[in-house]
């Protein structure tokens, strides 16, 4: 993508919207092997590369070439910043430094993190159910353990939340020996994933649980569970509880078993947008809700579960993938473009491993 892009003055244009660039001018482009014959940037697009929301969309399917029409479509897959959001990201982080969080706040906020978190349920009874049907396409294994014969398997949801996830891979289980311990340290989230009418403790149990505390999940025993899902939940913990919670996922796994994980990159949307008085310290910061989130780097991922963090925890981890998910979403009718990055992986417990 074009970095230089700039207004009628032929200067950069930065906007005062957090982490939005506005892009002006439409120009037509050449087809490929056409002569002199001119489509507009809208008929420019690779059907290989580029699928319409009638198409069977699969993320990460859609490449935004130099020839396309940013605005075509309104996400981009595996976009990288430009160095005009880059500069403009680090303005803004200076800015969020210069104006931290009280140390009265900050002791209020950290404290006693699951009060918030019982609030934000409190108050979006309403509106907080998300389907996470995607979650299958990103991690297979979360369809192959539906299926009749995959026999016995046991999924931990670390921050399962109102049932996002949960319930979307019950609603399509065929495996009578699937079992979902599904835990938030809301009681809240945890009151609501009870009442939902799917709710049947055959295959789901709702319980309680601090993943940074000094105990196991209600019913689950060391070594007993298969797969660890964490959507969305590591960058709700303060940097110093990462250690016991990776010694809680260590322990509570089976040699051989799997952290699915996903969270957010350093960079992203929300981050760059955090205005004064929500800076926490390097990359952690209080939404207005009062819910924390950290923004993680893919190098201290790998250090989190496989270094020094890791070692110091007792735990014995390997990377099976880990990748950085980087989405350029678009704005068509204000001609806006905005960034967003996720982490992604898999963290296998290493084999002949004993908590």
Known sequence: MDSSQSNSNGAPVLVSAVSKLTLTGEESVEAPDSGSVLLPPHLSHDPQTNLKRSDPFQFGSRHLS??????????????????????????????????????????RFNSDPAKWWNNFYKNNTANFFKDRKWLQQEFPVLSEMTKADAGPVTLLEVGAGAGNTAFPILAHNHNPNLKIHACDFSKNAVEVIRANESYDTKNIQADVWDVAGDELPPGLEEASVDHVLMIFIFSALSPSQWKQAVHNIFKVLKPGGEVLFRDYGR?????????????????????????????????????????????????????????????????????????????????????????
Not at 76 to 97: L, N, P, S
Not at 331 to 347: I, P, V
């Open 66 to 107: 130099e020839k396309d029409n940013v605005f075509e479509f309104n996400a981009w897959d595996h976009v990288e910043t430009d160095d005009i959001y880059k500069e403009y990201a680090e303005q803004q982080f200076a800015k969020q430094r210069e104006a931290p969080v009280s140390d009265f706040d900050k002791t």
């Open 267 to 355: 960079g992203d949307l929300a981050q760059v947008r955090f205005k004064k008085g929500r800076y926490l310290e390097e990359n952690f910061y209080i939404r207005g809700d009062g819910t924390r989130v950290y923004f993680f780097e893919k190098d201290e991922l790998i250090d989190i579960w496989t270094g020094e963090i890791a070692e110091e925890s007792g735990a014995s981890f390997e990377v099976v993938d880990l990748g950085v998910d980087r989405r350029l979403l678009v704005n068509r009718a204000k001609q806006l473009k905005m960034y967003r990055c996720w982490l992604q992986g898999r963290f296998r417990k290493q084999q002949n491993q004993t908590p």
